[in-house]
């Protein structure tokens, strides 16, 4: 960097911006699954919900569904209770 005063005389030294990596929050889209009525307990409901990290750490989720027809997984696969 180089300053300049209002005599033009100057001086300059390196200048450095050091970027650190924050911590951003997970990742869930909205996301649609659908199964048939007619099947039995444990049948799965779709693919398994996909969420991720930017950093690749661990996620940890839940649902408020307070109903008894599904259940979802650790793997956060729904499947037919």
Known sequence: MKVTDDESLTDQAAFEVA????????????????VSEINGAGTQVGAALVFSD???????WSWTYTGTLFALGDNGQITLR
């Open 19 to 34: 970027i650190t990596n924050m911590n951003e929050a997970p990742t869930i889209n909205a996301q649609t699954r659908a």
């Open 54 to 60: 930017p950093e690749g750490d661990s996620v940890e």
